[in-house]
Each structure stands twice: as C-alpha cells, then as structure tokens.
C-alpha cells in the first residue's frame, strides 16, 4: 500500500487532509503495533483464530451486535476498520461468555493448549487471563517507559510500563484497557484506548451507576473485577451512546483520540447498503421468473405465471434440513 503523503486526502473520506485529520492517531496505533513483543503478536494472533472457529459463529454474530449495539449484517463487519474490529476481538476473547457453559473463548484456549505452549507464551496467558478491564487517569508520567495511573473506579495508584503512552499520553487523559502483570512489572493490554479527561466525570458516573445496580441486584457488594469481568462492554456502550454524543467533539479526526462511533456509522450504512442490494437482487429475481407466457392459443402473456404441470412431479428423496456439522 503506497504511503499517505501528509497533504494528501484523508483515507477515512473526510475531505480534510491527512496532517489534519487521522495521522496522529494513525502514528500512534503505528507505534503500538511496533512495541508489540513477538511472544505478545503471536498469543494474540492463536487466540484471535481460535475464536474464529465455526463452533463459535453465534457467540461471535451475537457478542458484534451486542458490542456495537444494534442488528448488523455480519458481512458488513469489515466497515468499521482493523483498529475497531481487533479491539472487539480483545474484548470478545476475555469477557464474552460462550452460550454452550459460560464459560470465556480465552480459558477454552488455554484449556486446549495446556502443556503445548512454550514457558514465556503460557506465562503472557495466565497473566492475560488474570486481568480484567478498568479505567485509568493519567497522574503522572515517568522515566523508564513508566505511567503512574490512578484507577478511577477503584481508587488506587499503580505504576505501568507503556512506552507508547508514556511519550504520547498527557497527565489527565483516561486510558480503558486491561492492566496484566508479568514478571512483576504491570502492564497495558495492547488495545487500550486513550481518551480526554473531558470524559472522566460522566463516564466514571455511569459505571458506578452501573456497579450500584448490578450489587443491589446480587444482594451484596461485588467486587469491581467480577462486575467488569461481567459488564465490561459497558465502555463501549457508553462511548456510543447519545448520552456521549456531545462529548465527541474532543475526539476522532484531528485529534490522537479514536471515535469508535465512526467505526458504528459505517458499520450502519454497510449494513443498510447490502440489505438495499438484497432487496433489488430479490426484486429482479422475482422479475425475472414472472417473464412472459404463451397460451396454448399462441398468445403471449407478459407477466403470467406458468401453467402448473398436469401431474406434481415426485421427489427423489424427502427434502431435509442440513445442519451444519452433521451435513458438511
């Protein structure tokens, strides 16, 4: 792909060019994918297939609708970007519960790989799947690669290693991703997003609304890991929500902050064009199969349908249902 010149066009459509548009964030989703360790992009990339497997195509339809909040047709999934969709796909692997157990496509993984993954790949697993989702003010920024964090929902301090969001993040920016330690040293799951502290008040307020209900419904106060192990889609909920909708202006293009609505707006509008194509292939179908007839006089009938045959043709065999893994 040929590179994006800085006064080019912007690629996402938006008229404006490049430099004033996505190249920030661009440069940093750039960086992030550079930091990346080997034993990080292949343990993401053996769970990511994992969790394409047939045996999980209704949890994947169902947790993208769920996630992106609306009914989509699953071959307009690719509109809403790779940044988007592995994003979704981080989530899903975590924190989606499987419809056969309940039980989540990262603990599956790691149950069909026990004792077949080399030591530092099995130790990255065990420490991603002691991790859960959390929301996280910038306090201060550090040598070494280092971020001090406030945990907003928590209301503890801890120290990550990041070395992207440590030369890009600026004191008071909210970071939502997954906080994992390995080898004593806590770090950022490799999708956390960033966001201005002009998200931090209503955000925050929402969750522990959430939290508030979600321990009045249990009986008891539940811990913040099992609520957000349980409701972390609740991020994305709010982020496109309309409840946020006035807050967008400090983020998407022009600025280093994604706006995954943009990612949804597509995502509705692929959805809608090919509900739109099905319709006319539909219609020039059935246009199609109405024709023209002619009588047994000779005379042409545009439109009329077929004279049915004398005798109902009989079946070779009773039609059945094929159901997929027994019919393949």
């Known amino acids: 792909m040929p590179q994006i010149g800085r006064n ?5 459509g ?31 990339t053996y769970l990511f297939n994992y969790a394409r497997q047939p045996r999980f195509n209704q949890e994947m ?3 993208f609708n ?15 970007g790779p940044e988007n969709m592995r994003r979704y796909f981080e989530w899903f692997v975590h ?14 993984y790691a149950e069909m790989a026990e004792g077949r993954l080399e030591p530092d790949y099995q130790q990255l697993l065990d420490a991603w799947r002691a991790s859960t989702m959390g929301l996280y003010r910038v306090a201060a920024k550090e040598p070494d690669d280092n971020l001090l964090l406030i945990d907003v929902l928590r209301g503890t301090e801890l120290t990550v290693t990041d070395a992207v969001y440590q030369r890009n993040a600026v004191v008071g920016d909210l970071l939502i991703g997954r906080v994992y330690t390995l080898n004593d040293q806590p770090r950022l799951s490799h999708m956390t997003m960033a966001l201005p502290a002009a998200y931090e008040a209503e955000l925050s307020a929402y969750l522990v609304n959430a939290y508030r209900n979600y321990s009045g ?20 909920a709010f982020l496109l929500s309309e409840r946020s909708t006035h807050l967008r202006r400090n983020i998407g293009p022009g600025s280093p902050y994604a706006d995954p609505a943009i990612g949804r707006d ?29 009588t047994a006089s000779g005379i042409i009938l545009p439109g009329a349908p077929p004279a049915p045959p004398e005798e109902a043709p009989v079946p070779e065999r009773p039609s059945t249902i094929l159901i997929p893994g027994r019919d393949d």
């Not at 419904?217 to 994305?236: I, K, N, P, V, Y």
């Open 66 to 80: 769920a996630y992106w909040g609306g009914a989509y047709d699953p071959a307009a999934a690719n509109a809403i």
């Open 8 to 12: 080019d066009p912007c690629p996402c």
């Open 266 to 294: 597509k995502l509705v509008e692929e959805s809608a064009r090919l509900a739109n194509a099905r319709r006319q292939a539909e219609a020039a179908r059935r246009q199609g199969q109405a024709g023209t007839q002619r």
């Open 14 to 44: 938006s008229g404006r060019k490049y430099k004033s548009c996505c190249l920030i964030h661009d440069r940093i989703t750039e960086q992030r994918d550079l930091a990346i360790g080997k034993s990080e992009a292949a343990l993401l």
């Open 61 to 63: 339809v169902e947790a």
């Open 217 to 236: 419904e249990a009986g008891t106060e539940a811990s913040w890991d099992t609520f957000l192990r349980a409701h972390s889609m609740l991020f994305s």
């Open 95 to 108: 924190d989606y519960p499987t419809l056969a157990d309940r039980r989540f496509v990262i603990d599956l």
